[in-house]
């Protein structure tokens, strides 16, 4: 997960759990499952395991309201 999304989210209160990919068999399998067909995609946000995108969509729910309520949800922000 970049910088920037891990200080939004401790910022919030919300603890995020990180999970690097440092292999490369690993992102390969996540870029699978995603759908990606570049490394580009990466680092990707999920939530409650449904996935919010990259850091752009992360963004842009969050400026748009939409991301509070999806911690909520996932029990990740309790207020």
């Not at 680092?43 to 995108?53: A, E, S």
């Not at 990259?54 to 969050?62: G, I, K, L, P, T």
Request: glycine residues 10%; proline residues 4%.
């Amino acid at each position: 997960m970049c910088h920037a999304i891990k200080r939004l989210f401790c910022g919030m209160g919300v603890n995020p759990t990180v999970y690097e990919l440092d292999r490369k068999e690993m992102e390969m399998a996540l870029m699978r499952l995603i759908g990606a067909s570049s490394a580009a995609a990466l680092p990707v946000v999920f939530v409650g395991g449904k996935l919010v995108g990259a850091m752009d969509r992360v963004m842009a729910s969050h400026i748009n309201g939409t991301l509070v309520p999806l911690l909520k949800d996932a029990g990740a922000l309790w207020l």
